[in-house]
């Protein structure tokens, strides 16, 4: 843990002060003339509401904002994360738990708003008592969520920004959220190519998260900062989601980590897969058709054993909110040490 606990100040805000956190937002913005906000490189010119294949176009679509608990204990606190859920998204897994917000684009425009709303919306959130602004699916909405944080600092926003991706990002985007941002929460979905195409209909997607991922580590290296609360204030968090029949490749998802980044970096192993979306129904998905077995679970859990992986929390297989934190270990508190799961 790192000894930075006392009056840690959001990155952005400094940014603001210097005149950076506008030069940033302008060149996000750039990105959109000729898309490539994410690695789908649609080219389409957005700023004249030209809509490339995530559906989107010039404003951010918001399907809805609250404090939400369901997040990682440190995030969430006793008060809630400040969730942002933004509409459509430039991945279209089949086995979506959110696929009425990701892939329901026609619904999905008449949530559309402006950059000034939701400035606001992360303002009221920081009224609620909210711990971080958590923008969910982000990716292809990144140059609107900075315009927005921009206008929301200017107002006095301070909350720590949470980047919560499905990790098919675009690694310009990223470098120039370094300093913007202070909490990746990035999914790491697959090992193989093959099964990000079939299952989430992107290529490459194995090699673009990894890439991605690297710089996210690059930023924040494996180091996470906490308040004196124990909430988290700055890091790199990897979600592995256990899915049936070791669809994503779990463990050469765990080894990657270690060799490529470091044992070091916090793990978030999570259990609640549920056949949803078409996964449920469509034959040719027929193995993600059912939750994961108890057995494929303990197999997630011992490969972090396996592989050294020294941080992170981890669901129960019920997919009760119950994770671990091996620095944390007051006993009144609902994290419980790794070891205890070995």
């Not at 673009?208 to 004196?228: C, I, K, P, W």
Request: aromatic share 10%.
């Amino acid at each position: 843990m790192s000894d930075e606990l006392i009056h840690h100040e959001a990155s952005y805000v400094r940014l603001l002060a210097s005149g950076e956190l506008k030069r940033r937002v302008e060149s996000l913005e750039g990105l959109l003339e000729r898309c490539t906000v994410c690695p789908r490189d649609c080219l389409n010119n957005r700023l004249k509401d030209e809509i490339a294949a995530c559906y989107s176009g010039r404003l951010p679509i918001v399907s809805s904002y609250t404090a939400h608990f369901g997040e990682e204990p440190p995030l969430a606190g006793a008060r809630g994360a400040g969730n942002v859920f933004f509409g459509n998204c430039n991945l279209r897994c089949v086995y979506c738990q959110n696929y009425q917000i990701s892939q329901a684009h026609k619904e999905q425009i008449k949530n559309q708003v402006t950059h000034e709303r939701l400035a606001e919306m992360m303002l009221e959130l920081q009224a609620r008592g909210c711990h971080n602004i958590n923008f969910v699916s982000p990716t292809h909405f990144a140059p609107q969520m900075a315009r927005a944080i921009l206008i929301a600092a200017e107002k006095g926003l301070h909350l720590p920004i949470v980047y919560n991706t499905n990790a098919y990002d675009s690694l310009e985007v990223l470098r120039l959220l370094d300093g913007i941002v202070d909490v990746y929460l990035p999914d790491l979905k697959y090992a193989e190519d093959e099964a990000g195409f079939l299952y989430s209909k992107v290529r490459s997607y194995a090699s673009v998260s990894r890439a991605a991922l690297a710089e996210m580590y690059r930023q924040m290296s494996d180091e996470l900062v906490y308040d004196q609360a124990g909430l988290l204030k700055r890091g790199l968090v990897i979600r592995l989601l256990v899915l049936p029949n070791d669809i994503g490749g779990l463990r050469e998802s765990l080894k990657w980590i270690r060799d490529d980044l470091s044992p070091r970096v916090a793990v978030s192993l999570m259990a609640q897969y549920y056949p949803t979306n078409v996964a449920g129904t469509n034959a040719r998905f027929a193995l993600l058709s059912r939750r994961i077995s108890e057995s494929e679970w303990m197999r997630a859990a011992s490969a972090l054993e396996e592989f050294g992986i020294e941080n992170g929390w981890m669901q129960e297989y019920d997919g009760a909110a119950f994770y671990y934190r091996p620095d944390f270990n007051d006993s009144e508190t609902p994290f419980r040490d790794v070891r205890d799961f070995q």
